[in-house]
């Protein structure tokens, strides 16, 4: 038998933190987000301080807030489990969740094997057997308060192999009386383990009956047997259970026409002839021995119809996913049978979608179910289908004697990624980790991985990150100075394939603690404590500072006395092609000033030979004795120009 300690251990001490902006805006009461500050304590924390309820915790308060998704504030319960044999089932129920909680699982050498999520209004967690083996193991849920205006949880139980495991200690003065622990009344207890010297048996939880359902043929004089199955919290034995057996005209709905209770309170029933074409359902009162009563009356959503000739059956129905584009078809499949072998003839289908299957007592549909008027055995999803729900159901039809069977139906939900993180940089590799769900036990087919990168302090800045579609990612030059967030599609091998895609929190690096603001290689991060504190984000590119050693001086100087030879060098090139061209010889009175200038050489060397016979080409030389104009051949009058 499993056994756990008492719920002995409460820690509430100033835990209070601001939500970060992306997380404030969504309008869920316990998203994940909220936890990015929720530190467990060390299980030998001097914080730690008794329950109100050793055996149910019992907690409950005003809330710390007069408005909601402002702030949160965490209360955090432990326990200790023991496991002898493997378990097929384990489960943790509450009568209260006010706002949210999440349970956390730790093996005996503290390592976490398991972490479980509990929005606003949830009241058990999924089935966690997959994650524990034998031995001992740490349980702390860590209550968090986000919305006026209480705070609280109560009855907190563990259920093993669908019985409540039982708590005890071996601290004396924490201890109820022992009879009062040991799932059986006696002593002056007036339930089991309550009342008298025990505590109030205003606690215990009415027992449930689930699955309700009709095996038998229907033809006139086979028996039928009610089927269904027992629970009760507080593992309380079940009593005189109540039974009825009803007839009607109709299918699926037994009050739509001719309803009426037939008197048999026994779980099984024979039909006689004056029932023949009846549809025939059973009900269930669930009644514990002792403990609160009674349960809720279920009834089967199942018809059979009476009759000489027995109408054909569809059983069971299922889902199966088919691939189509980057969505899916929907195929409804079932078994057809007639026990007279008549054959199938048009069978009639509906498709139904709705917001999860959850089916209130007395009815045979979810309340948020949507008929999607599709006729066939096929349903092409859309966009707008990703995350809800669907129901297929089969009327079948013979082609020959009892015409129409009762209608097979089945439900199914789509799978969830929950606990999505991304861890630190190992080289320059991240990895993304998650928590595949699926409360229909469908497995896991291939799901889908994306990267998205994002301005740290603007969540709704993120872009994907192209191809990268692999549970690790290797870092680039282009996520220098961002956040990444690692996102999950979980997709299922059977069932309803494809959940809403969930994505962790940004990976930011500021560690345990919120990130505020980022500007350049540098963020503002928010720890626990009120005050921020400026912390240079980690990069897989380091930035180095820049050191002046003497060879950088040597390339500075070398490169800016390059610089100022070619700018020189220009200058004098422009300055040549600026200097004035002579066609024609210089006047007497220009001579001296170009005997003074620096610019007669540069004269001489441009276009007059002051030694040329004959004739003049190159330079001018003013010390020669020129000819008088039209000498050599020149009209009087006019100049000579080469």
């Not at 193991?137 to 209550?143: A, E, H, M, P």
């Not at 919290?233 to 037994?254: A, H, R």
């Not at 350049?520 to 820049?546: E, M």
């Amino acid at each position: 038998v499993s056994t756990q300690s008492t719920w002995g251990k409460m820690y509430k001490k100033n835990l209070v933190a601001n939500l970060n902006s992306a997380c404030a805006v969504t309008s869920s009461r316990g998203d994940m987000c909220e936890y990015e500050k929720a530190t467990i304590p060390t299980e030998s924390d001097s914080g730690w301080e008794n329950t109100p309820d050793l055996s149910t915790i019992g907690f409950s308060r005003d809330s710390l807030f007069s408005s909601c998704k402002s702030a949160v504030s965490f209360v955090y319960f432990q326990t200790t489990l023991r496991i002898p044999t493997k378990l097929s089932s384990f489960y943790l129920t509450f009568k209260e969740v006010d706002d949210a909680a999440r349970i956390t699982i730790y093996n005996s050498k503290g390592d976490l094997v398991q972490t479980s999520y509990l929005t606003y209004g949830a009241l058990s967690t999924n089935d966690l057997q997959n994650s524990l083996q034998t031995g001992d193991y740490r349980i702390v849920i860590t209550l968090v308060d986000d919305c006026a205006s209480t705070s609280s949880l109560t009855n907190a139980r563990l259920i093993a192999n669908g019985l409540l495991v039982p708590a005890v200690s071996s601290t004396a003065t924490t201890v109820p009386c022992p009879s009062c622990t040991d799932n059986i009344q006696n002593g002056d207890e007036t339930g089991v383990d309550c009342g008298g010297s025990c505590k109030s048996c205003a606690s215990n939880v009415v027992p449930t009956a689930i699955k309700p359902d009709i095996t038998g043929t229907g033809k006139i004089g086979d028996t039928l047997y009610g089927e269904y199955i027992y629970g009760d919290v507080d593992g309380d034995k079940e009593g005189s259970s109540n039974y009825k057996w009803t007839v009607s005209d109709s299918c699926p709905d037994p009050k739509a026409s001719g309803y009426n209770d037939v008197g048999n309170q026994q779980r099984t029933f024979t039909p006689t002839s004056a029932l023949k074409g009846k549809y025939v359902y059973f009900t269930v009162t669930p009644i514990a021995k002792t403990g609160a009563n009674p349960g809720l009356p279920v009834t089967s959503t199942k018809c059979i119809k009476i009759g000489d000739n027995l109408a054909p059956l569809a059983d069971p129905a299922t889902i199966v996913p088919v691939a189509s584009g980057s969505l899916w078809d929907l195929n409804g499949q079932y078994n057809y049978r007639d026990t007279e072998d008549d054959k199938e003839g048009k069978s009639e289908y509906k498709w139904l979608r709705a917001d999860n299957c959850d089916i209130p007592s007395g009815s045979t549909l979810p309340p948020s179910a949507k008929d999607l008027s599709v006729s066939g055995t096929k349903y092409t999803m859309v966009d707008s289908d990703i995350g809800k729900s669907f129901i297929f159901q089969v009327t079948p039809v013979a082609a020959t004697g009892e015409p129409r069977g009762p209608m097979a139906s089945t439900c199914n939900s789509p799978p969830r990624a929950t606990s999505l993180t991304v861890t630190d940089p190992v080289g320059s590799i991240v990895t993304g980790g998650y928590t595949y769900n699926d409360i229909d036990g469908d497995l896991e087919g291939t799901s889908r991985f994306k990267w998205y990168r994002s301005n740290c302090y603007d969540s709704n800045s993120k872009t994907v990150i192209a191809d990268a579609n692999a549970i690790r990612y290797t870092l680039t030059k282009d996520d220098e100075d961002k956040c990444l967030l690692f996102c999950v599609v979980p997709i299922a091998k059977t069932g309803v394939p494809q959940g809403p895609e969930d994505c962790s929190p940004q990976k930011t690096n500021c560690g345990s603690r919120t990130i505020r603001y980022c500007q350049g290689n540098s963020c503002i991060c928010q720890g626990l404590s009120t005050t921020p504190t400026l912390t240079p984000t980690v990069s897989p590119f380091p930035r180095k500072d820049f050191s002046w050693k003497p060879w950088v001086w040597v390339i500075v100087a070398s490169v800016a006395l390059g610089t100022l030879a070619a700018v020189v060098g220009l200058a004098v090139v422009l300055n040549r092609f600026r200097q004035p061209q002579f066609g024609a010889f210089p006047e007497d009175n220009d001579i001296d000033s170009i005997k003074d200038d620096q610019s007669a050489q540069a004269l001489n060397e441009g276009g007059y030979d002051a030694n040329y016979e004959g004739g003049y080409e190159g330079g001018y030389d003013p010390e020669a004795q020129y000819p008088e104009q039209g000498e050599y051949g020149a009209p009087e009058g006019e100049q000579q120009y080469y």
